[in-house]
Each structure stands twice: as C-alpha cells, then as structure tokens.
C-alpha cells in the first residue's frame, strides 16, 4: 500500500499532504509513513508487546488514513497527534480482541469437556454403566450414521466433542447435537434390548 516516499517532500506541510491523499496520490501517503510510521509502531509495540500485532495496527493505520482522509480535522490539533491517538485507540482494540479471543477458546474448550460429561445427565449413565461390550455396539448399529459416528469417536475411540468436530467435519454444535440425540436413542434401544432379553430369561425360567 504505501511506496517509498519521492526525493524532495520533507518539506511539504501534512495538511497538504492530507489533501493530495484524498485525491488519490499515494507518493503523499507514502511520505507520511515515513514521518509517522516508526513512531506509530513503537505506540502500537509498547501497547500490544507483540510486534505483529503492531505492525498490523500500523497497517490499519495508514490504511484508515489512505480511505477517509477526511476524517482529519486540521482545526483540533496537528495531524501527528491525530494519528497517534488513532494508534492508541486501534492498538488497545486489538489487544482487547486477542483478549476476548483467548477468552472465548479457553470458555470453549472448558465448555467441550463439561458438555462431554454433563450434557446427558442420567441418561449417559443408564447407557454406559454396566451395559458396555456387545450390548451396546448392537445397539449403536440401529442408529442414523452421523450419530453413530459421533458416539463410536468418542466413547469408543476416546476422542474430545471438539475432536470428533475436526475428524467429521462438522460445526461443534451439530457434533454436541448428534451426540445428545444418538445418547437418547441409544438409552431407549438398550432399553428395549433389556426388556428383550428380561423376556427371555423368564421365558427360560418357565417349568
């Protein structure tokens, strides 16, 4: 975006500059990068502690000032003090975006291991307690595909929901919803499987 400044404007006021910017002229951007962009990043660095978050900022910077020139007021002060305080203000949104980010992925990956074992309450433990082995992988056979894929990488291949998302290809809610619904299914068809074999003993039972 920004080309190296022409020979001979170091003299040349920002005010004009800021004009020839608005007119399309990019070797005057170009000359304000160089006056303002190392001062302009070593705010965002001090801010950010993190040079390519820096010089991003930077780069959005001179990329607000390339698009809205305009928005420059020379009446409220000098054009280096507008552009520093832009700096400021873009490099803590930054930081508060990477914050919010990490945030989000550590409440994301507390939330997969909580949801993995409080999603189904009650019903997870009827399915699995004493009902492993054959039973239930009969059991798995009588679900949609997508259901049983997801419960057969997590229970049986010992992968995370967010895992399971990765391998299938799925959003993560779909992977918690196909889990929930298999779980469902799965307690009714083990069930059934139960009152099936019930059945029978006490058929065998009869003199």
């Known amino acids: 975006m920004v080309t190296e400044p022409p020979a001979g404007e170091a003299g040349v006021d920002d005010a004009d500059l800021i004009a020839r910017v608005g007119a399309g002229d990019q070797d005057a951007l170009a000359v304000l990068y160089d006056r303002y962009g190392r ?21 959005e910077v001179f990329l607000a000032v390339w698009r809205a020139p305009g928005k420059f007021d020379p009446g409220r002060g000098a054009f280096g003090s507008w552009l520093l305080a832009m700096t400021h203000h873009k490099a803590v949104d930054a930081v508060r ?17 909580a ?8 019903v997870e433990d009827q399915v699995w307690t004493g ?4 039973r239930v992988r009969a059991a798995l056979r009588g679900l949609p595909g997508v259901q049983r894929e997801a419960l057969g990488l997590a229970y049986f291949g010992g992968y995370t929901q ?11 809610g ?15 068809l083990l069930g059934d499987v139960a009152d099936s074999a019930g059945t029978a003993d006490d058929e065998g039972a009869l003199p």
Do not use: N, Y
């Not at 965002?44 to 991003?56: S, V």
């Not at 009902?131 to 054959?134: C, E, I, S, V």
């Not at 779909?174 to 298999?182: D, E, I, P, S, Y």
């Open 162 to 172: 967010r895992e399971v998302a990765a391998l299938t290809g799925a959003p993560l």
């Open 174 to 188: 779909t992977v918690k919803t196909r889990m929930l619904a298999g779980m469902r299914r799965l307690a009714t």
């Open 39 to 59: 001062p302009c990043f070593s705010l965002a660095r001090r801010i950010t502690a993190d040079i390519t978050f820096a010089e991003d900022v930077v780069q």
């Open 115 to 122: 949801a993995r074992q409080h999603d189904v309450p009650g």
């Open 97 to 113: 975006r990477e914050e919010t980010l990490r945030r989000r992925r550590a409440e994301s990956a507390d939330g997969a291991d």
């Open 131 to 134: 009902l492993r082995g054959d």
